[in-house]
């Protein structure tokens, strides 16, 4: 089961509980005579189990497509910059083979959101575009 649809199926279980007067008719785990698929719901259970380990990271793929708004696609840009530094041993700059191995595992269009990082300050590149080190975050006021 893909972990999309365990999402949708679990947000649909929680609104079925907050609003029982949904139509079960809506929902894919409860069948015409109105009887739940038990079966469906267990697998929704585990593949949001799932989601909450470490391996979590290997059943999701990349993101393909970044938001066309250039706000919505600097702020995701941002955190996978953040995560991707987070997630390297503790250095003070990498080089830029590096940086793109790393954002390769989360993002399919690593220049976009490297450019993004550098243009909203999140890393500063080396002057000969070899290094990038990450930024403090600038406090919100």
């Known amino acids: 089961m893909s972990t999309h649809s365990a999402l949708r199926r679990a947000r649909q279980v929680v609104a079925a509980t907050m609003k029982p007067t949904i139509p079960a008719d809506r929902f894919d785990w409860v069948g015409a005579d109105g009887t739940v698929d038990t079966g469906l719901l267990r697998e929704t259970k585990e593949a949001i189990e799932l989601l909450l380990t470490d391996r979590a990271v290997l059943h999701v793929g990349r993101i393909r497509d970044l938001p066309i708004e250039a706000g919505g696609r600097q702020e995701l840009s941002s955190a996978i910059v953040r995560t991707v530094f987070d997630r390297l041993p503790a250095r003070r700059s990498i080089s830029e083979e590096t940086l793109n191995a790393a954002l390769a595992m989360f993002v399919e269009d690593v220049a976009l959101v490297r450019r993004d990082a550098v243009d909203t300050g999140v890393v500063t590149r080396s002057a000969d575009g070899s290094s990038y080190s990450l930024q ?6």
């Open 136 to 141: 403090a975050p600038q406090a919100k006021s």
